[in-house]
């Protein structure tokens, strides 16, 4: 059973910065593709950035230059650095991880099977 579990969202000033982290029970060792999304009220949930083992990163157009996608392998934890936060990132975000069937980090949801509860990030 994959575990998944986000930490880091908060509130927060428009310009201000967060870290996210997801702690992950995915054997570091594995081939296998990881990454952010998010999803605010009334909204579909979007791609923010991915990455797969080798190091591919993939972002949204709307965060590059702001957000950073990296995984620590000792730690088995990712983690997403949020700068120049704008209040059109509030949203709550979501690890995702799949199961080494899929390469290059692709930003499509629908190719992530492990999910986390999410953690809430409001900019005001």
């Known amino acids: 059973h994959v575990q998944l579990v986000e930490s880091g969202g908060g509130s927060v000033q428009a310009g201000g910065s967060l870290r996210l982290s997801c702690a992950t029970s995915?054997?570091?060792?594995?081939?296998?593709?990881m990454g952010w999304f998010r999803q605010a009220p009334g909204k579909e949930r979007e791609a923010v950035a991915t990455?797969?083992?080798?190091?591919?990163?993939n972002c949204a157009d709307s965060v590059k230059g702001r957000f950073t996608i990296n995984k620590d392998n000792a730690k088995n934890t990712m983690y997403l650095q949020m700068n120049t936060l704008k209040p059109e990132d509030t949203a709550m975000y979501y690890c995702?991880?799949?199961?080494?069937?899929?390469?290059?980090?692709?930003?499509?949801?629908?190719?992530?099977?492990?999910w986390g509860q999410g953690t809430q990030v409001t900019v005001s």
């Open positions: 995702a991880a799949e199961d080494g069937r899929v390469r290059k980090a692709p930003l499509e949801y629908k190719a992530y099977n492990y």
């Open positions: 990455i797969d083992s080798d190091g591919n990163i």
């Open positions: 995915l054997n570091p060792d594995s081939r296998y593709c």
